[in-house]
């Protein structure tokens, strides 16, 4: 989805959100939206860290030289990481 819709902020923040909303609903966890929460956070501050010494850009950048959908993203990327480690475990 990110790389065909990553000009459309809007579009591509709720469809990644539609996503992780209807995976969520499918394999409820509570500690998920932690999970989600803190990664969109710690994620997107990376990135804005990053940015701003210069290490890279963003094509569209909506807020504080991040894409609106990115919080998102990092989210989905941490719970999609850990439910995989926690996966692999078993």
Same mark, same amino acid.
């Given at each position: 989805?990110?790389?065909?819709?990553?000009?459309?902020?809007?579009?591509?923040?709720?469809l !990644?959100? !539609?996503?992780?909303?209807?995976?969520?609903?499918?394999?409820?966890?509570?500690?998920?939206?932690?999970?989600?929460? !803190?990664?969109?956070?710690?994620?997107?501050?990376? @990135?804005?860290?990053?940015?701003?010494f210069?290490? $890279?850009t963003?094509?569209?950048p909506?807020l504080?030289?991040?894409?609106l $959908? !990115?919080?998102?993203? $990092?989210?989905?990327?941490?719970?999609?990481?850990?439910?995989?480690? @926690?996966?692999?475990r078993?």
């Amino acid at each position: 989805m990110i790389s065909l819709f990553y000009m459309n902020d809007i579009l591509l923040t709720v469809l !990644l959100s !539609l996503l992780f909303i209807g995976v969520f609903r499918l394999l409820y966890v509570k500690k998920n939206l932690y999970q989600f929460a !803190l990664g969109a956070f710690f994620g997107s501050l990376a @990135e804005v860290i990053c940015i701003h010494f210069g290490a $890279w850009t963003y094509t569209n950048p909506t807020l504080f030289g991040i894409p609106l $959908w !990115l919080p998102v993203g $990092w989210g989905i990327a941490v719970v999609t990481i850990i439910r995989m480690s @926690e996966h692999t475990r078993k």
